[in-house]
């Protein structure tokens, strides 16, 4: 199941979904729009190490926007904050982003109960597209959990991206033992 409207808005109500700013014309029938925040970042090597910490370089969208190009990995945030205290959000792209032949998540569409922060998003695109801070760019969705859950997300000692900022994160694969 997901949850609807009224049932997100009885969730922000009790204090178990937060998202800030909250704009009412961006809730839909079952999910929340958000939006591209103003840094992007991509990373300094082109060849890219799972056990190395790969590290980014940031830099804001101008006003006029900045055209996003096959081949290059870029990554970006949400310009909403989120928290997740007793459901599993879910992120996903609006059709009319797809439409315009990009991809806001590799893999990593699904966050887990507890996760708060900004959530960063892995951008690809199938042909150059320009983009603008503010715009559009994907949809949460929210599902309810079977059980109660022993240790929250951000309750977590290893837990890598909790309290994301409003600035894209790198990959943390390198803090994993492997």
């Known amino acids: 199941m997901i ?3 009224k049932r997100i808005l009885e969730e922000m109500e009790n204090g178990t979904i937060k998202i800030v700013p909250y ?3 961006c809730l839909g029938s079952n999910s929340y729009d958000v939006h591209l925040g103003k840094t992007l970042a991509t990373y300094r090597e ?6 190395k910490h790969n ?3 940031t830099f804001e969208i101008p006003e006029e926007g900045f055209v996003l190009y096959p081949h290059v990995f870029y990554l970006g945030v949400t310009a909403e904050y989120t928290e997740t205290h007793a459901h599993v959000p879910f992120l996903e792209g609006k059709s009319s ?8 998540h590799a893999t990593a569409g699904k966050g887990d109960v507890g996760f708060c922060g900004n959530w960063t998003l892995e951008i690809s695109v199938k042909q150059p597209v320009r983009v603008y801070a503010g715009m559009p760019i994907g949809q949460l969705i929210y599902f309810p959990v079977e059980g109660e859950i022993e240790v929250r997300y951000n ?3 290893n837990a890598k991206y909790s309290g994301q900022p409003d600035k ?5 694969m390198w803090k994993n033992k492997f």
Do not use: Y
């Not at 082109?46 to 056990?51: F, M, Q, S, T, Y």
């Not at 982003?97 to 806001?104: A, E, N, S, V, Y």
């Not at 894209?168 to 943390?172: A, H, K, L, N, T």
């Open 3 to 5: 949850l609807s409207d």
């Open 23 to 25: 704009h009412r014309e």
């Open 46 to 51: 082109h060849i890219l190490d799972a056990k």
């Open 55 to 57: 590290t980014i370089e």
């Open 97 to 104: 982003t797809g439409r315009l032949g990009i991809d806001i």
């Open 155 to 157: 309750q977590k000692a």
């Open 168 to 172: 894209p994160v790198e990959s943390m």
